[in-house]
């Protein structure tokens, strides 16, 4: 199958700093990225979903100026969670799809944010 | 509206046995995809299966197959010769071609214990 990279893996950082997460497809092209969170023993809860060269659409709920999203290209989106707080400790996770509904889409292996 | 509904929070199965997890959908969408994922604890979601809606066949891949009966609305999925290493977290998803403008409606997950 595709393969989606996620960097960092882990990340501990002190309350008002940022944090930058990439998402890499790394043999296909992505038209689709989606960046989901997660908490401990539940499904994944939807952030945002981004388009390359195009603005993220952001679920409701989610605040755009703190989670900041860039899909620069094909293979490549950015979450930064910006000035961040220990509520934003989580675990995040991104996706990516080819083409179609028709299409898997592929996971990569998350980032869990710890937030001091 | 797209809904997803795994009915099963926990199961447990004998090792070498097989394990049937439930999943029923509902959509609108005249076309979608259904799809199983394995969510080990080091978080990574992996794909498992997937099913077209117009698919004749049930999907087949290894251990793992597709119970779907489409006018029931479900998709099962059905894992054979249980493994420790299928204990896990499992989501059924779901995209469609209308709704959600092409994004995955999750199930809340069952949770697999594979006892030795």
């Known amino acids: 199958g595709a393969v989606v990279s996620q960097h960092p893996s882990w990340v501990i950082c002190k309350s008002g700093t940022s944090v930058k997460i990439e998402c890499r497809s790394l043999d296909f092209q992505a038209t689709t990225m989606f960046w989901y969170r997660q908490f401990p023993k539940q499904s994944l809860m939807l952030m945002a979903t981004?388009?390359?060269?195009?603005?993220?659409?952001?679920e409701q709920g989610v605040e755009k100026d703190k989670f900041l999203i860039n899909h620069a290209s094909l293979t490549l989106s950015t979450l930064t969670v910006t000035s961040a707080h220990p509520e934003d400790s989580s675990f995040y996770i991104c996706?990516?799809?080819?083409?179609?509904?028709?299409?898997?889409?592929?996971f990569g292996p998350g980032t869990r944010l710890t937030v001091l | 509206a797209q809904k997803i509904t795994q009915t099963q929070p926990g199961m447990f199965v004998q090792e070498k046995e097989a394990v049937t997890l439930d999943c029923t959908y509902d959509?609108?969408?005249?076309?979608?995809?259904l799809f199983w994922y394995k969510q080990p604890s080091s978080g990574e979601m992996i794909f498992l299966i997937y099913q077209g809606s117009y698919d004749q066949q049930n999907a087949t891949e290894g251990r793992y197959s597709l119970n779907f009966q489409k006018a029931r609305k479900s998709a099962n999925l059905v894992i054979s010769a249980s493994q420790l290493g299928d204990s896990a977290m499992y989501f059924c998803a779901m995209r469609g071609t209308n709704t959600n403008a092409g994004k995955s409606t999750f199930g809340d997950g069952t949770t697999l214990t594979v006892k030795p």
């Open positions: 981004s388009n390359e060269g195009s603005k993220a659409t952001y």
């Open positions: 959509t609108s969408d005249p076309s979608y995809g």
């Open positions: 996706s990516a799809v080819q083409g179609s509904y028709t299409d898997t889409q592929y």
